[in-house]
């Protein structure tokens, strides 16, 4: 009885006793293909090699992560000492000091306004 095996897929692949091709035949979900190890092992380590070195990666992690992304900017080689200052200060500004200053604007634009309503309409006998 022939069993289908995996081979490191979801997909169920029987097995392959003649040359194996990397065009789909008819029928089939997924190509068979040989993978060959790569030497450097295509693990964690090239992945943050190369994260690190993708300046436009980086941004994309600074835009969605805010500063959880400062460790990977400030060990990049390909960004400058003025680069990486800038991007810092720029994440302090944004996480720090931008909030704080909506929160003292709204409360002073938006809050104490209608405060001072609800104290006049008491003052007044009541808002009813």
Do not use: C
């Not at 789909?24 to 979900?29: D, I, N, Q, V």
Request: net charge neutral; hydrophobic share 45%.
């Amino acid at each position: 009885m022939d069993h289908a095996g995996y081979n490191h897929d979801l997909v169920p692949s029987s097995p392959v006793t003649g040359p194996l091709t990397s065009t789909a035949r008819s029928g089939e979900l997924l190509p068979h293909e040989r993978q060959t190890p790569t030497p450097s092992g295509g693990g964690l380590k090239e992945a943050f090699d190369f994260t690190i070195r993708t300046p436009a990666l980086l941004l994309v992690l600074w835009l969605t992560l805010g500063p959880l992304s400062l460790p990977l900017i400030l060990v990049s080689p390909k960004l400058g000492v003025l680069s990486k200052v800038l991007i810092t200060t720029a994440t302090l500004f944004f996480t720090i000091v931008l909030p704080i200053a909506l929160t003292i604007y709204f409360s002073h634009f938006a809050v104490l306004p209608a405060l001072d309503a609800i104290r006049d309409a008491n003052v007044r006998g009541g808002a009813v």
